[in-house]
């Protein structure tokens, strides 16, 4: 059973349009993770939530946004996507921050026309 | 900034055969992960070793981590086509506990 589910696999947006991506958990974890991945390249964690605690990277754009309305849930927000956003974005969580396994979504392909 | 380094970040083997690769990190850290990839698919967890462990076993994975070095292997006995992916280490080095992934080592097993 799919315990960190993304929706959806594939997304196609237009140069501009914001777009959202959404997570949810059935594990009850306390945090939340997303990272974006480009071809070839390592994950880039963009955000992470503890709880409610928001905690940005230095290096994410302001052009990327994050929602937690509960514990199950978490939503990406792009709001003017451009072509170099296109990637994997990928949902995580885990019961506690760094110290245990983070159980990965299979992935949003985000695609910029 | 990417926090592991992994080499090397290609190989190719038979079945059978071992496969062996190694993360290098640059600060303290409080645990190491690897992760596998499959084309196109979510990361899905393998082994946690913390900082004061120096090896873990799970099935026919081995895990070895030396910190006075700053790095890690992960081996792969008796490799089988499915074991074709890519693997990332990621470490967790602040109070935060968030973890940061290396570039990752390409494997491909052919038959």
């Known amino acids: 059973d799919a315990m960190v589910i993304q929706n959806p696999r594939y997304q196609v947006t237009q140069f501009g349009k914001p777009v959202t991506l959404s997570c949810s958990q059935t594990?009850?974890?306390?945090?939340m993770y997303w990272y974006q991945q480009k071809s070839s390249q390592a994950p880039k964690l963009l955000f992470h939530?503890?709880?409610?605690?928001?905690?940005n990277e230095a290096d994410t754009p302001d052009n990327f946004q994050s929602r937690r309305p509960n514990t199950s849930f978490c939503f990406l927000d792009i709001r003017s996507p451009g072509l170099g956003d296109a990637a994997m974005y990928l949902c995580?969580?885990?019961?506690?921050?760094?110290?245990?396994?983070?159980?990965f979504g299979q992935g949003t392909r985000l695609t910029v026309v | 900034s990417q926090q592991g380094e992994e080499d090397p970040q290609a190989l190719s083997i038979q079945e059978g055969e071992n496969a062996t690769m190694n993360c290098s990190y640059k600060?303290?850290?409080?645990?190491l992960q690897w992760y596998r990839q499959n084309s196109g698919r979510g990361l899905v967890h393998l082994i946690l070793?913390?900082?004061?462990?120096r090896e873990k076993h799970s099935g026919r994975l081995r895990v070895t981590l030396d910190t006075s070095k700053k790095s890690s292997s992960l081996l792969i006995t008796a490799s089988r086509a499915a074991d074709t992916a890519s693997y990332f280490c990621?470490?967790?080095?602040?109070?935060?506990?968030?973890?940061?992934f290396g570039a990752g080592t390409q494997v491909v097993v052919t038959p």
């Open positions: 594990l009850n974890h306390n945090v």
């Open positions: 600060t303290s850290i409080n645990n």
């Open positions: 939530y503890y709880d409610k605690d928001f905690n």
């Open positions: 995580a969580t885990s019961r506690v921050r760094g110290l245990a396994e983070a159980f």
């Open positions: 070793i913390r900082s004061n462990e």
């Open positions: 990621a470490t967790s080095t602040d109070s935060w506990g968030k973890f940061q």
